[in-house]
């Protein structure tokens, strides 16, 4: 085809030499081994002729006859083209190997060299990842966390929270506002708090935390062994709430990870067993209050309030 580009060799240029040089040497044997039959050749030809035709009979040289002395010089040239093949022009000896050799080991060291360069700038593309992630660390974090952990809890002005693995008190708007926050979520507890349930409660998905490996829960409770793993489990939901009890409270509390509480204060001191941390207003900001006088359907009075972290 016209314009059509000529290929290239796919072959690097040691591989070539070593290529060519061998070509020479088999055209160097090939020659040497045509010389040799022809001599042999030859030297039975002018014998016969001097013997059988009688060319040259008479003719002698020092009383020898001619065609010895033919057959010696031309032996002279074999060995003379002999010699030449295998020692003068030997392509493939020490000095050619040393050669190749010298060749080889630049090349790997070519090689290496390269691959060095390739680790090193792979070096510093890693370092320089690392050191991205440590500036922007806070910055992941808040791109990462997609949804707002809460905690959503009812305690009394001492914190009390519980008492025997109950309620210490029955408020009905505290039951409706925590069926209202929580409804549609993943709720967060430990293994006594689900317990606690008489069932567990419809339109949320409990997420229960407990060091037995073989706990049996209800149809559709989700098992974990670890906060960490709770929080984890509930990833998919934008607020998933953490509602007890008391250990829960303050593991959550103390490794930072909640964003904000809803908390039902129940303005009275009580006995317990289960309390509440105390919160620390210097982490964390009260930004919403509701207080509630008693009546016929709350015995005591209590505030809805809600902090978020400073």
Known sequence: MFGKKKQQPQIDKEQLELIENAQKRIKQKKRLYAHFVLFLIGCVLIIAANTVLGIGKDFTIAGINWFVYAILIWLFLFLYHLFNVFVTNKFMGKAWEQQQ???????????????????????????????????????????????????????????AIGRGNQLIWHLSDDLKRFKSLTSGHHIIMGRKT?????????????????????????????????LEDAIDAAKSDSQPFIIGGGQIYKQALSANLVDKIELTRVHEDFEADAFFPKIDTTIWKETNNVFNKKDAEHEHEFSFITYERI
């Open 101 to 159: 050799m010298e060749k080889l080991v630049a090349k790997q060291q070519h090689r290496i060299d390269q691959l060095k360069e390739s680790f090193r700038k792979e070096e510093e593309i890693k370092a320089k990842s690392e050191v991205f992630n440590e500036l922007n660390s806070s910055e992941a974090v808040e791109t990462k966390k997609d949804s707002e952990l809460t905690i959503i809890v009812a305690a009394a002005e001492n914190d």
């Open 194 to 226: 689900l317990e606690s349930f008489p069932k567990p409660l419809p339109n949320r998905t409990h997420v229960v935390i407990t060091r037995q490996r073989d706990y049996k829960a209800p149809e559709g409770v989700i098992i974990v062994h670890s």
